[in-house]
């Protein structure tokens, strides 16, 4: 499998460097492929819009979906690049790890994080998708889905990477998503790692869509009941700091209220 996803990869290189649409002899070639071997792979590649064949040269391009996961890449490092500084003075400010997610089809991707100074600190697993059916930043973006997207998404419970710990039971998740619909925020306790607890908010886009996640984590030892009711405007405050450089304003009638 990794040696068939490399070989798209090297085939979609070749279109890429391209400027123009080229037949397939000379994407083989390029791509140190056989004839046949380029055409199957092709064949997908238009499949899934990653490439496209015009119908009457028969030649190959760039497909749409490749200027989507451009621009979305671009976008998120935009996120990042503003998120940080406000990211910075949080963990400053509160002394725990704060990260930034993005949802990634039905997974979580951890995206960035500033780490905590303390010697017992928790920290996000960057780059590594996560199921979107455990955590507190999977609540906000399933909070973004419809109903009957939530319940696929959590009977089907897809296996990822890392296996949540303690994750919560179907009835539970449904109702949690639920309630940080209407409240704004989330928070889960000790369910993707043990001992780790986590509060997310939403960032949101100019358009007021949902494009990522700012979470604060941290020992359970350390968050307790307490301390979410303390830590919790704070991460709210971040999170619509960085919203708002991205050019959101926040509703008055949809302020987050404390539960």
């Known amino acids: 499998m990794t040696g068939l996803l490399q070989r798209a990869v090297t085939v979609l290189d070749v279109l890429r460097t ?30 899934t819009e990653l490439a496209s064949q015009d119908p009457v040269t028969k030649r190959y391009h760039l497909g ?12 998120r490092i935009d996120i990042r690049r503003i ?12 002394g725990e790890t704060i990260g930034l997610s993005v949802g990634l089809g039905d997974q979580l991707l951890h995206i960035d994080q500033v780490e905590s100074e303390s010697r017992l600190r928790a920290l996000f697993d960057i780059g590594r998708p996560l199921p979107l059916w455990s955590g507190a930043p999977s609540r906000l973006l399933l909070a973004e889905r419809t109903d009957d997207e ?57 358009a007021g869509n949902l494009v990522a996640t700012l979470s604060l984590t941290a020992p359970s030892s350390r968050l307790t009941t307490t301390a979410v009711e303390d830590l919790l405007p ?8 960085v919203s708002s450089e991205l050019g959101w304003m926040r509703p008055v009638s949809s302020r987050p209220r404390s539960e």
């Open 18 to 47: 391209a400027s123009d649409p080229i037949p397939i002899r000379e994407i083989a070639k390029s791509a140190g492929l056989s004839k046949s071997a380029a055409q199957r792979l092709l064949a997908e590649l238009v499949t």
């Open 64 to 75: 749409p979906r490749t200027l989507a996961l451009g621009i979305a890449y671009q976008r």
């Open 83 to 94: 998120a940080l500084p406000h990211m910075r003075g949080l963990r400053d400010q509160t």
């Open 150 to 206: 939530i319940r696929r998404i959590v009977s089907e419970r897809s296996v990822s990477e890392l296996a949540p710990s303690n994750p919560p039971t179907e009835e539970t998740l449904i109702a949690d998503v639920s309630s940080a619909r209407g409240a704004g925020y989330a928070v889960a306790h000790e369910e993707t790692l043990p001992g780790v607890s986590t509060i997310s908010a939403p960032v949101h886009g100019s």
């Open 234 to 241: 704070h991460v709210i405050a971040c999170a619509d700091g």
